[in-house]
């Protein structure tokens, strides 16, 4: 997978920068090379986890457990206790730490470290925790082959190549930053310039730097187009692309006025990584997330007359299973064996895929960051002023999708059940507006209505 390690795209100095820091894959290799034997000297374990703040290190313990064929879980480094133990017993992960200055123990990192894999293989290369609409968050199984695909079919669409320098500032706990953001680097051979965070004035500065492929997810993309300045500078760039969430048509339209660039969308989830994108060169429409990518076929499952209904699909890049939760796997899938991803599309008449909305309002896409609206309301009720909660997520200009969370509580403040959520998930789930409420509205089987929540006072 990681074709640029093998040498055949030459090396150099700034070949992986993040976050100010660089490397050359050399350097990489010889400190992945490092996390390799270390995991080689665990012994037998079902994976390794490691807290994937935006660093070489990072970097150096995937590319290290590839090479050891160990599967790695990447902790959100700001998870709070509850969410960091969950992650922990859930997948049996052993944490490890990682010295980017440490060498594997022999003097040359070619003679040290494993033989770069280049097969394709069924064995899971990573564990990345994900929300369901209910409940803690589930472990999606990616094998090697998965990714593999993936990655060549984006090359393939996106005409990605060695001759590009990829610029982002995405978190490294998740398919957009990691398996596009760092292994696509590392599978094209092109240039990585990771920003350490998502900023306008970050991505300007790495357009000086060459850049020429920018991945972003909408609120990354709507804060550039309202800096002019920062826009502008990437006009020099070969390709813009949205995703983890639906692009605002007046933030495309902002970018292409501000950039020249008309971005290209693509569609994804955990466990099923891309599948549908744009094309560089291509027609690229507004609201519009492309075509299936290469080996991916959909379907839409609609009503008898209705032209939208939930997007299914098969296909090479789809995950191996929730780890430990066959049931939970076997529901994800149809009867004959399609991926139910829980999004409502409409195909034109062209074959260009369209995202309209989500079959539960238990989703959440917040930041291009996916919630569970379940998770949130568990961490709300261990609080002990809070009697109920409902979450939701109402419609936010910055991050799509804002946090709200309704609760019954007396004593407590608003600010400390956010502080609450932030400190025991992850800051990112932390709801944005807390709301007292006398009862959360329930139907005759008692359960929540939460479409009335917004009708309120
Ligand atoms: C604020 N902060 C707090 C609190 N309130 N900390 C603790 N307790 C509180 N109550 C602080 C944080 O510590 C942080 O501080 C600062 O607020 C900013 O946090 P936040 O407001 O959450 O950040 P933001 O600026 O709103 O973030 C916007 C973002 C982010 C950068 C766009 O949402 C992001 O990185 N999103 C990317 C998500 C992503 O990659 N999704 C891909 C999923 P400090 O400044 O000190 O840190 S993969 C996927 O979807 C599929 C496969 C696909 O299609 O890609
Ligand atoms: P996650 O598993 O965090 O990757 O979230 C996957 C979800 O993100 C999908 O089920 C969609 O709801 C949403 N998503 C990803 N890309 C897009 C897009 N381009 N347009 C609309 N929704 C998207």
């Given at each position: 997978m990681l074709t640029a390690l093998t040498g055949v795209f030459g090396d150099r100095a700034d070949a992986v920068s993040v976050a100010g820091r660089t490397a050359s894959y050399e350097e990489l290799l010889g400190a992945a090379g490092a996390v390799a034997a270390d995991l080689a000297a665990?012994?037998?374990?079902?994976a390794f986890a490691v807290t994937?703040?935006?660093s070489l290190e990072t970097v150096a313990a995937v590319v290290g457990g590839l090479l050891a064929g160990v599967p790695c879980v990447p902790l959100?480094?700001?998870?709070g206790p509850a969410e960091r133990d969950h992650i922990l017993r859930d997948s049996g992960a052993r944490p490890i730490d990682v010295d980017f200055a440490r060498r594997a123990p022999a003097a040359s990192a070619a003679t040290a470290v494993p033989a770069v894999p280049a097969a394709v293989s069924e064995e899971p290369a990573l564990i990345l925790y994900t929300s369901g609409t209910a409940g803690a968050p589930k472990g999606v199984v990616l094998s090697t082959a998965a990714i593999t695909a993936d990655l060549d079919a984006l090359a393939d669409a996106w005409e990605w190549s060695a001759q590009d320098t990829l610029v982002h500032g995405l978190p490294l706990f998740h398919v957009h930053g990691l398996v596009l953001g760092v292994l696509g680097a590392l599978r094209t051979g092109s240039r990585l310039v990771h920003t350490g965070r998502p900023t306008p004035e970050a991505y300007a500065q790495a357009a000086a730097a060459g850049g020429s492929l920018y991945f972003g997810v909408p609120t990354v993309w709507s804060r550039i187009a309202a800096a002019p300045q920062a826009a502008a500078a990437l006009a020099g760039a070969r390709l813009l692309v949205s995703g983890s969430a639906a692009l605002p048509t007046p933030v495309f339209r902002d970018l292409e006025r501000l950039t020249g660039h008309r971005p290209v969308e693509r569609y994804g989830m955990t466990e099923t990584l891309i599948t549908v994108s744009g094309r560089a060169g291509g027609e690229v429409r507004p609201g519009a997330v492309g075509t299936p990518l290469t080996g991916i076929r959909t379907r839409i499952a609609a009503?008898?007359?209705?032209?939208?209904g939930e997007l299914q699909l098969v296909g090479p890049t789809l995950f191996s299973g929730y780890l430990g939760r066959p049931e939970a796997t076997a529901a994800a899938f149809t009867e004959d064996g399609w991926f139910r991803t829980g999004d409502i599309a409409a195909v034109d008449g062209d074959g260009v895929h369209r995202i309209?909305?989500?079959?539960?309002?238990?989703m959440i896409k917040s930041g291009g960051y996916r919630i569970g609206a379940g998770e949130i309301e568990n961490a709300l009720l261990d609080h002990p002023r809070v009697q109920e909660a409902a979450v939701i997520g109402v419609p936010d200009a910055d991050l799509g999708e804002r946090i709200v969370a309704f609760v019954v509580a007396e004593g407590v403040t608003g600010a400390e059940l956010t502080d609450f959520v932030a400190t025991h998930l992850s800051v990112h789930k932390r709801p944005r507006e807390v709301r007292f409420i006398a009862a959360v509205p329930r139907n005759a089987m008692g359960k929540?209505?939460?479409?009335?929540l917004l009708d309120g006072p």
């Open positions: 665990l012994g037998p374990v079902r994937a703040t935006p959100p480094p700001d998870a009503e008898p007359g209705a032209e939208i309209v909305g989500r079959a539960s309002t238990d929540p209505q939460k479409r009335l």
